[in-house]
């Protein structure tokens, strides 16, 4: 088994470089199921893994392999090596299994696209690069997948490149990411120059030797990473705009699996995270809990359909750092992977909707789709409760865990943890009452069904293009099986995922005996009594539900005079945080860089030039030198050179 | 007494057959040979350099079967007495050093030459275009191979010639004064190392040491010159190679050069001979003036680290997409003069092997900006718009090489320029540190230049823009694979280049009083063993991680 662990990354390699250069003659939609098929074949190896991990010994847990040297400098070793253990196993299972859901649902999704092969070359080419990220035994080869989801992120973005958002969409994502990139690398160097190594196997065994200052640097530099790639405060500003992508590059990329690579690699690093100073996980902890309420109350004022998703995976994003800030590793995976279930479920439920809502993504101009569309809203229902943390679905025993032990951390970061819970169950209500409940707002032309929106687009001088649907009356439909299958299998687990954790019974932890090995330097253990915990617990449930009942208030009754209190312009607007970063960009730090270019081309060549005017003034007057010829300016050269030789030479021999 | 110095150094079983020698002279015979063909033959005249060109591809390429690895000193070593009195020689030989530079050189010139359309009066010049770049390749290849300063710098001085030519009869509206101030430029640097070579000579001489131009005799006996003239010394030669690297603040000439020459000057020009100043400062910096090399280092490094954020911006400026590129030279040439003076072996290596992956790189974007100059008789990033449309092969090969360009991991950029950083950062921390902040103004300025140039809807000048053609393809294609094979599998290049880099760290180390910095290897030695955190200690571990955090780490922090 352990020498075929390279296989988990082969297959969806091979199907990149199969469509990459035969896509074209294999065509659609073939090339979709070759590419479902790579990473499907890739799920299954995963859970063989996880079997024969399962039947060795807790302590014994880890299965390696080591394909070749990578970089043989010196000192400097790196192999490029896998790393097979329950953190990994466990990333690996949700990666492999979400994402084959989610190619079988870009066929249908994609169909009659121009590029179709093109998003499926991108499509695999991005599972390799995930599963290299998390599968690598080395800090260095874990870069090289957080650098190449990176980049296959920022080819998906710009995928309809035609419209210049989607491209500059792009490009923010992958220059904010590198600003996170240049963290990773510092604590890469910190690493090895402390270390001698970048292997987590072996920074496990030597991490007792680093100084504190050096810890403390490295998990600086890493959350750094990790702040950018998982969009936290204030790097968070590429991934609302990367909704400018297909909507299942939202599901798989920006919502499930990409952005939780900043967690997963503060967990990976525990051990050196347990050995810093104490700021930086309160550091970690305090941006957790700020983007978590910063992103909810963003959502609140959102009418496009894919970006109340979007500042909702940011807030949840938060949720999962404040876990790791207050030493909840185990806590922070068992988010990430309700996560991963109940938002890649929404986000594709978007995408059916948007689908069949022939391209509309403003939920102004939808309504009452209940009906129509059936097996969208029954499961996109089931994310719903999962993410409000209905008790019993999922997302209530993650979210539970959580703020426990934030409570125990600090019980203001516990507030805001419960404030944003309060803000997630309004806004996700909001969007579900919107949606498939109400009235509906798509059988007349836009400007009698949604006045507002119509002004708001005629303003803008927008008419078409993505995420726009038509000005006349639409007739929305359901998806196919191809969509809706996905949505039905990932549903059941986003309500019962859950119980990986049960807290109910001791025996009902499961991950939380599964990840122990991994965690066991830096994970913090709750001392609170039951009668804390159920106390807790009980909060957040009625919190939960005085959410849902708001938004019930609010957009069933149709109070439009509260609804226009609580979306607040400001808030639409993200609190113009997004925006005054680009107006400084766009002026002060533009006029900057034109400054440098100004003083290169004006004074440092200016000086050369200047020199030269010199020279040849000089020259015309004497009528001498000035003949233009090359030759003669070499023929000057040489005598100067010369003369130069021989003044030196004299003085160093006879000083 | 030279030679028998040099044969020391050198691999007993060198082959009988002089290889080195042959690398130089084939394309000398080939610029003669072809600038006799006649003028109304430009197809032939074509067609017999790139013949010529290809077969020292060959020679250099079976150098790399040749050449043993895991041995540090001269290899194929030739040496035939050209004067005795001085002791000049025809003197080569080649190190790990200089491998890649001979096989990236070997490489690159058939590609340039095929890339090539003079575009002369119905082809009439087109013989001495390539009989000039012909030349052109003899510098190149000697410069790298020559082990007596004579020779080199005769080499050196050789590259002038062609290139001046180059660029002045084929280059773009503004050829004469950039090829002026190239000239000019390069030749007022040249000026003062052909002083430096002459007093260092001298000085050796004086000091007890043969009368010769033997760089390997003279490294050796380099102490013989007094400290505060080898410092001297090392800057006059300095000012030669801080020009051709270039080096800020005398790095003007080079966006001009690359932009005013014709694609296949621009890509010898970034590609072979900016390297022809970052293999002099290896080769006569760091090897004839240990000293003063450390002395400057500090400088240098700097001047590097500023030319990384230096050149990035103003390459993010630029209104022109071939001075873009050039700019970009500034920015990844100042990572090889930081990784070596870093003065770590680390830093050194990523250094050598960044020269080639650069070269291989911008090489492939002056080529492909070539080809959009070709279609749309322009460089103005502001009039081109939305090519991805009309032309996605072309868009996906230009990416792959932006994607390399801006260190992207698995491909070649990345592997120099992260060793290059790592090594920097075990004794000039906060250099590295800055400096790695130029992968985030990389990827602005390669990727906003991408955005601006080939994503949005094309107008209708850029519509019909021309899908890569298959001749086109097969010039680049050797590059891109190229580009993936160093960033996945650089190891065999690594193991080439580890021994001579070694080799000249020791060589400073003994000559001075600086250390390199100990990297703890695997863990082993740091950590006790009653210290390790194995599975059974782990609760312990947790409870005492306060007490074990406060030993210092182990590696010495620099000098």
Not at chain 1, 157 to 174: L, R, T, V
Not at chain 2, 142 to 167: K, Q, R, T
């Amino acid at each position: 088994m352990q020498d075929l662990l390279f296989l988990i990354p082969a297959l969806p390699l091979a199907g990149f470089v199969v469509l990459l250069f035969l896509g074209k003659r294999i065509g659609e939609p073939l090339a979709g199921w070759l590419a479902t098929a790579a990473v499907g074949a890739s799920f299954l190896a995963t859970v063989a893994v996880y079997f024969d991990l399962q039947s060795t010994p807790e302590h014994e847990r880890a299965l390696t392999q080591t394909l070749f040297t990578w970089l043989p400098v010196g000192g400097l070793t790196v192999d490029l090596g896998f790393l097979a253990d329950p953190l990994s196993v466990t990333m690996l299972l949700f990666i492999t299994g979400i994402a084959t859901l989610i190619h079988l649902y870009s066929i249908g999704y994609m169909h009659g696209d121009r590029d179709f092969t093109k998003f499926f070359v991108y499509l695999n080419l991005f599972v390799f690069s995930m599963i290299i990220l998390v599968l690598g035994d080395n800090l260095l080869v874990t870069y090289l997948g957080w650098e190449g989801v990176g980049a296959c992120s920022y080819f998906l973005i710009s995928f309809w490149f035609e419209s210049d958002a989607n491209a500059s969409a792009g490009k923010k994502a992958f220059v904010t990411n590198r600003i996170g990139d240049f963290g990773f690398m510092v604590a890469m160097f910190f690493t090895f120059s402390a270390l001698g190594t970048l292997n987590y196997q072996q920074i496990l065994v030597s991490s007792p030797s680093l100084a504190a200052t050096t810890a403390t640097a490295i998990a600086a530099m890493l959350f750094l990473g990790a702040a950018a790639k998982s969009a936290q405060l204030p790097l968070y500003v590429w991934l609302p705009d990367a909704m400018a992508g297909p909507t299942p590059v939202s599901a798989l990329i920006h919502a499930a699996t990409m952005v939780t690579a900043g967690i997963y690699v503060l967990t990976r690093m525990n051990p050196v995270i347990a050995l810093s100073a104490s700021w930086v996980p309160w550091m970690i902890a305090i941006i957790g809990a700020a983007t978590a309420l910063f992103a909810a109350t963003i959502a609140l004022a959102q009418n496009d359909i894919k970006k109340v998703l979007a500042y909702s995976t940011v807030s949840q994003l938060g949720y999962m750092f404040l876990a790791v800030g207050s030493g909840a590793y185990i806590a922070a995976i068992f988010h990430m992977v309700t996560h991963a279930f109940f938002k890649a479920l929404l986000f594709l439920g978007s995408g059916s909707v948007i689908h069949g809502m022939e391209d509309e993504q403003d939920m102004r101009r939808m309504g009452a789709l209940r009906k129509i569309m059936p097996i969208t809203s029954a499961t996109f229902i089931v994310g719903w409760l999962a993410i409000v943390g209905f008790p019993g679905f999922s997302g209530f025993f993650s979210k539970d865990e959580i703020l426990l032990f934030a409570y125990e951390k600090s019980p203001i970061l516990w507030a805001v943890g419960v404030v944003t819970a309060l803000l997630t169950a309004f806004y996700m209500s909001r969007q579900v009452f919107m949606v498939f409940y109400g009235k509906a707002r798509w059988d007349r032309p836009i400007e009698e069904a949604a006045p507002e929106l119509a002004a708001e687009r005629e303003a803008a001088g927008i008419t078409g293009g993505h995420g726009v649907g038509p000005v006349g009356e639409i007739k929305p439909h359901e998806s196919g099986w191809k969509m809706t299958l996905p949505l039905m299998i990932l549903a059941p687990f986003a309500l019962l995922a859950g119980f990986l954790n049960s807290p109910f019974v001791d025996d009902g932890k499961f991950l939380e005996h599964w990840l122990e090995p991994v965690v066991r330097f830096g994970e913090a253990h709750a001392t609170s009594g039951t009668g804390v915990k159920i106390g807790l617990a009980l909060v957040a449930t009625v919190v939960g539900l005085l959410g849902i009942a708001l938004a019930f208030v609010v957009y069933l009754k149709n109070r439009q005079d509260l609804a226009e209190k609580i979306e607040q312009p400001i808030m639409a607007k993200g609190w113009y945080f997004d925006s005054t970063i680009s107006a400084f960009m766009d002026g002060p730090g533009r006029k900057a860089f034109d400054a440098v270019a100004w003083v290169d081309k004006n004074i440092v060549d200016g000086a050369v030039n200047g020199v030269a005017t010199l020279v040849r003034d000089g020259s015309a007057k004497t009528r001498l030198v000035q003949t233009g010829y090359v030759r003669n300016y070499a023929l000057g050269f040489a005598i100067g050179a010369i003369v130069l030789a021989g003044f030196i030479l004299t003085k160093a021999v006879y000083s | 007494m030279s030679t028998a110095l040099l044969a020391s150094s050198a691999v007993p079983s060198a082959p009988d057959f002089p290889i080195l020698t042959y690398v130089i002279l084939l394309p000398l015979i080939g610029a003669v040979s072809t600038a006799l063909v006649s003028r109304r033959r430009p197809d032939a005249a074509k067609a017999l350099a790139v013949l010529f060109s290809v077969a020292t591809a060959g020679l250099a390429i079976s150098m790399l079967a040749l050449f043993e690895t895991g041995e540090a000193g001269y290899q194929m070593v030739v040496h035939a007495t050209w004067l005795t009195d001085p002791d000049i020689a025809w003197s080569l030989g080649v190190d790990g050093i200089s491998l890649w530079l001979v096989v990236l050189t070997g490489i690159l010139f058939p590609i340039a030459m095929l890339a090539s359309k003079p575009h002369g009066a119905d082809g009439q010049d087109d013989k001495q275009y390539f009989a000039w770049l012909l030349l052109l390749e003899v510098g190149c290849i000697g410069s790298f191979l020559a082990l007596d300063m004579f020779l080199f710098f005769v080499m050196f001085e050789i590259v002038l010639v062609p290139m001046y030519f180059l660029i002045a009869g084929w280059g773009h509206d503004d050829r004469k004064y950039a090829a002026t101030k190239f000239f000019l430029y390069t030749m007022f640097g040249s000026a003062f190392m052909l002083v430096g070579i002459i007093a260092t000579a001298y000085l050796h001489a004086r000091g007890g040491g043969p009368v010769t131009f033997a760089l390997p005799v003279i490294a050796e006996n380099q102490g013989i010159i007094a400290v505060t003239t080898g410092r001297w010394l090392f800057l006059s030669f300095a000012i030669a190679f801080a020009v051709k690297v270039p080096l800020f603040p005398v790095h003007t000439w080079l966006p001009d050069a690359h932009t005013q020459a014709p694609t296949a000057g621009s890509v010898i020009l970034a590609a072979v001979m900016l390297k022809l100043g970052t293999y002099g400062f290896l080769r006569f910096g760091l090897y004839l003036f240990p000293e003063a090399a450390l002395w400057a280092a500090p400088g240098m490094v700097t001047l590097g680290v500023i030319g990384i954020i230096y050149g990035a911006i103003c390459a993010a400026m630029q209104k022109d997409l071939k001075r873009l590129v050039a700019y970009s030279s500034v920015a990844h040439l100042g990572f090889i003069a930081l990784g070596t003076f870093s003065l770590t072996t680390q830093g050194i290596q990523g250094s050598v092997f960044q020269m080639m992956a650069h070269g291989i790189s911008t090489g492939a974007l002056f080529i492909l900006v070539g080809m959009i100059y070709e279609r749309r008789h322009t460089r103005q990033i502001q009039v081109l718009k939305g090519l991805q449309k009309p032309a996605p092969i072309f868009a996906a090969v230009f990416t792959v090489v932006v994607m390399s360009s801006l260190a992207l991991p698995g491909l070649n950029g990345f592997v120099g320029e992260f060793v290059i950083l790592q090594g920097s950062f075990l004794t000039r921390r906060w250099w590295a540190v800055v400096a790695a902040t130029g992968i985030i103004l990389a990827a602005f300025y390669l990727l906003w230049a991408y955005q601006r140039v080939f994503h949005g809807t094309p107008d209708p000048e850029n519509a019909d823009f021309a899908e890569l053609k298959i001749g086109e393809g097969l010039v680049l294609a050797p590059l891109i694979a190229i580009i993936v094979i160093m960033g996945v599998y650089p190891k065999p290049i690594f193991d080439r280049i580890e021994p001579s880099v070694t080799r000249l760290v020791t060589h400073i180390e003994d000559n001075t009083d600086y250390k390199q910095p100990r990297v703890a290897t695997e863990g082993d030695e740091i950590v006790p063993e009653s210290e390790r955190r194995t599975p059974d200690s782990a609760d312990q571990a947790h409870d005492t991680s306060g007490e074990a955090a406060a030993d210092d780490q182990p590696s010495e922090g620099g000098h």
